[in-house]
T-cell receptor, first 115, second 114 residues
Framework: DAGVTQSPTHLIKTRGQHVTLRCSPI?????VSWYQQVLGQGPQFIFQ???????GRGNFPDRFSARQFPNYSSELNVNALLLGDSALYLC??????????????FGPGTRLTVL | AQSVTQLDSQVPVFEEAPVELRCNYS??????LFWYVQYPNQGLQLLLK??????LVESINGFEAEFNKSQTSFHLRKPSVHISDTAEYFC????????????FGQGTILTVHP
């Protein structure tokens, strides 16, 4: 079975630009979460979506937004990119909305570099 | 709010030696605890988790962790490490009301030398 997939693998943008990252969860998983992992730090929670609704949001500015589609795939959008947005962006899926006690399955991530 | 502290940023050990990676957490409510491993250029993989019941949990590849509520710790141990255990290890917590939110520690880089 395919795991969580993310695209693109790598991305280079300049300050002020906009970026869209994509995630496809494991088949049958309805919950998708997004995390930002800055080099040398642990992942930081950005969003969780379940059944196309936002169920949780971390401490990130409004420049960050996301959505989930009917097939449960998800997009993370970041506007007005800053140098500090350079990071590995991880997507995780889980079969249940109460993913807090369930295993979350992580994708390989998208490495975003902002110049 | 909950927080996680991993007390060692890097742990070098020799092959077949024992290892302990330390994790302490802070939370005002009951937590679920996890250890994830991240190999270079890969995503995170769940190593083991504590949800309830026995405070000692084990993984299929020889790691174990013990939940200590009084010390708010969830240290990861392995009695004999292999070269292939070289990776970054993350401790994480979640609470019942948080849906999908995992709070991670800063990570510990385990390097196993031959």
């Amino acid at each position: 079975d395919a795991g969580v997939t993310q695209s693109p693998t790598h991305l280079i943008k300049t300050r002020g630009q906009h970026v869209t990252l994509r995630c496809s969860p494991i088949s049958g998983h309805k919950s998708v979460s997004w995390y930002q992992q800055v080099l040398g730090q642990g992942p930081q929670f950005i969003f969780q979506y379940y059944e196309k609704e936002e169920r949780g949001r971390g401490n990130f500015p409004d420049r960050f937004s996301a959505r989930q589609f009917p097939n449960y795939s998800s997009e993370l959008n970041v506007n007005a990119l800053l140098l500090g947005d350079s990071a590995l962006y991880l997507c995780a899926s889980s079969p249940l909305v109460r993913a807090s006690y369930n295993e979350q399955f992580f994708g390989p991530g998208t490495r975003l570099t902002v110049l | 709010a909950q927080s996680v502290t991993q007390l060692d940023s890097q742990v070098p050990v020799f092959e077949e030696a024992p290892v302990e990676l330390r994790c302490n957490y802070s939370s005002s409510v009951s937590v679920y605890l996890f250890w994830y491993v991240q190999y270079p250029n890969q995503g995170l993989q769940l190593l083991l988790k504590y949800l309830s019941g026995s405070t000692l949990v084990e993984s299929i590849n020889g790691f174990e962790a013990e939940f200590n509520k009084s010390q708010t710790s969830f240290h990861l141990r392995k009695p004999s490490v292999h070269i292939s255990d070289t990776a970054e290890y993350f401790c994480a917590v979640s609470v019942g009301t948080s849906y999908g939110k995992l709070t991670f520690g800063q990570g510990t880089i385990l390097t196993v030398h031959p």
